[in-house]
């Protein structure tokens, strides 16, 4: 059974930073490509970042580039996501999922059950 945890959220202020993980079981993590997604209050589901099964290639939405950093450990079965540099418009349930290869679009074959990222005055 696939199963992916995602931890790390928050409610913080904007400029400040979190650092989401994600724990994978029930799949072959280490040949597969991941990805984050978010979904905002009242809105669809966005792709935020992808990220190669070896972790040699990345790709963040414009949105987010130069402030989110996605990351894997494949030793530890563990999908990261650093946040910095929070706005506003970055809150939302943040979801890490899995896909059928490389993909830079909010499809997804499995996703996890979210962890909320509040970025608020």
């Known amino acids: 059974e696939v199963q992916l945890v995602e931890s790390g959220g928050g409610l913080v202020q904007p400029g400040e930073s979190l650092r989401l993980s994600c724990a994978a079981s029930?799949?072959?993590?280490?040949?597969?490509?991941m990805k984050w997604v978010r979904q905002a209050p009242g809105k669809g589901l966005e792709w935020v970042s992808s990220i190669y099964s070896n972790g040699r290639m990345t790709s963040d939405a414009d949105s987010v580039k130069g402030r989110f950093t996605i990351s894997r450990d494949n030793t530890k079965n563990t999908l990261y996501l650093q946040l910095n540099a929070l706005k506003t418009e970055d809150t939302g349930t943040y979801y890490c999922?899995?896909?059928?290869?490389?993909?830079?679009?909010?499809?997804?074959?499995?996703r996890g059950q979210g962890t909320q990222v509040t970025v608020s005055v």
């Open positions: 029930g799949f072959a993590f280490s040949e597969s490509a």
């Open positions: 999922a899995t896909s059928h290869g490389f993909d830079t679009t909010a499809k997804y074959t499995y």
